[in-house]
C-alpha cells in the first residue's frame, strides 16, 4: 500500500468472488477455491447421508445384538467400546457387514 | 470267546459314541468352540495391525480403544471415524478393512484352508488322514471308504471329491462340515487342524 501523502484517490479494481463470499485477484485462484468448496459440500453430503444410514440401520440391529447401541454412542456403560465391536464382529458378524456395506447405501438391512 | 465288531462315531477331537445324535451334538460343539476362537484370532489380529497403522492418529485411537479408554459419549465418533473417514481426508475410511476382515470371518470355511498348516481330513467315518499344504497347490487325499476309494482335493473356495470311476461329487457347506454327494452315496467330510504337529 502507498504511503497517503493528503492526496489519495480510489481506484477501481477487478476482482473475483465466490459463492462463500471470498474474494480474489485473480480468476484462477477463485475457481480453485470455488471447486474445492464444491467438493466439500459433495463430501459432506455423501459423509452425512453415510451416517444418517449408519444410525438408523445400527438401531435396527439392537434387537439381534445390543451391541449395536454402540454405534450411535447409544449405550450407558462407561467405556465398553471394545467389546461392543468385538461381540459385532465375533457373535453378529453377517450383520456387520451388511451394516457396513448399508453406509454407502449398497444394502438395506 | 469271539471278538464281535462294534460301530462307534468318532468325533474330530477322537472322542467315541455310540448314538450318532449324541456324537453330532457333541462335534456341533466342538465346532462352534472352534468357529469363535477362530473369529476372536481374526478379530484381533485386526485390532494388532491398526495398532501399528501408519496414520498416527488412527493408532493412537485403536490404542485408547485397547486399553478401554474411549467413553460412550465417544462411541458414535469413534465408528464415524473409521466407517466413514473425515470429509477432509478420506483415507481413513476403514469400510473396506473391516469389510475384509468380516469377508474372512463369514467365509471360515475358505479360511480355514487358507491358513497354512497341517490337517487331519476324515471322510465320513474313514480314518484320518494327514493332510499338509504345499505352497498353492490344493490339499489332496485319497482314501478308501465303504470300498470305494475317493480323492479329496481342498483348495482356498471349496472342496472337490471324485471317486475312482471319475465322477465328482456335488458338495454343499452346511455347519461348519462338507457334505458331499455322489448318486446314491452321501459323505460328510470333516476336517481339523493338527495338533502339536
Redesign the interface.
Known amino acids: 500500500m502507498a504511503e497517503n501523502d493528503g492526496n489519495g484517490k480510489i481506484e477501481k479494481v477487478g476482482l473475483w468472488e465466490t459463492d462463500d463470499g471470498t474474494l480474489f485477484t485473480t480468476q484462477s485462484a477463485a475457481t480453485a477455491y470455488e471447486e474445492a468448496l464444491i467438493n466439500d459440500r459433495k463430501q459432506a453430503q455423501i459423509f452425512n447421508d453415510g451416517k444418517k444410514a449408519m444410525l438408523v440401520n445400527s438401531k435396527s440391529l439392537v434387537s439381534v445384538n445390543p451391541s449395536y447401541a454402540a454405534v450411535s454412542g447409544d449405550f450407558f456403560e462407561r467405556g465398553g467400546v471394545y467389546s461392543s465391536l468385538e461381540s459385532m464382529i465375533v457373535d453378529t458378524p453377517e450383520e456387520t457387514k451388511k451394516l457396513i456395506q448399508s453406509i454407502n447405501g449398497r444394502r438395506k438391512i | 470267546m469271539a471278538v464281535k465288531q462294534v460301530t462307534r462315531y468318532e468325533a474330530t477331537d477322537c472322542t467315541l459314541f455310540t448314538d450318532e445324535r449324541a456324537a453330532q451334538k457333541y462335534q456341533d460343539s466342538l465346532n462352534t468352540v472352534g468357529r ?1 476362537v477362530f ?2 484370532e ?2 484381533e489380529k ?1 485390532i494388532t495391525t491398526q495398532l501399528d497403522n501408519k496414520d498416527e492418529g488412527l493408532a493412537k485411537l485403536y490404542k485408547r ?2 486399553k ?13 471415524r473409521v ?6 481426508d ?1 483415507k481413513l475410511n476403514q ?1 473396506p478393512d ?2 475384509n ?3 474372512e ?2 467365509d471360515e470355511e475358505e479360511s480355514h484352508i487358507k491358513a497354512d498348516g497341517v490337517y487331519d481330513f476324515a471322510i465320513g467315518l474313514g480314518a484320518k488322514a494327514l493332510m499338509t499344504r504345499s505352497k498353492e497347490q490344493p490339499y489332496s487325499l485319497s482314501t478308501g471308504y465303504d470300498g470305494e476309494t475317493y480323492t479329496l482335493q481342498a483348495s482356498p473356495g471349496g472342496f472337490r471329491m471324485t471317486n475312482s470311476k471319475g465322477a465328482i461329487g456335488t458338495s454343499t457347506f452346511i455347519n461348519n462340515r462338507w457334505t458331499v454327494v455322489f448318486k446314491e452315496v452321501t459323505h460328510v467330510v470333516t476336517w481339523q487342524a493338527a495338533m502339536g504337529r
Not at chain 2, 478401554?68 to 464415524?80: G, K, N, V
Request: no cysteine; net charge negative.
Open positions: 469363535d473369529r476372536k481374526t478379530f485386526f480403544l485397547v478401554d479408554d474411549l467413553t460412550f459419549d465417544e462411541s458414535q465418533p469413534f465408528f464415524e466407517w466413514l473417514g473425515t470429509i477432509k478420506t469400510q473391516y469389510l476382515m468380516l469377508n470371518i463369514i
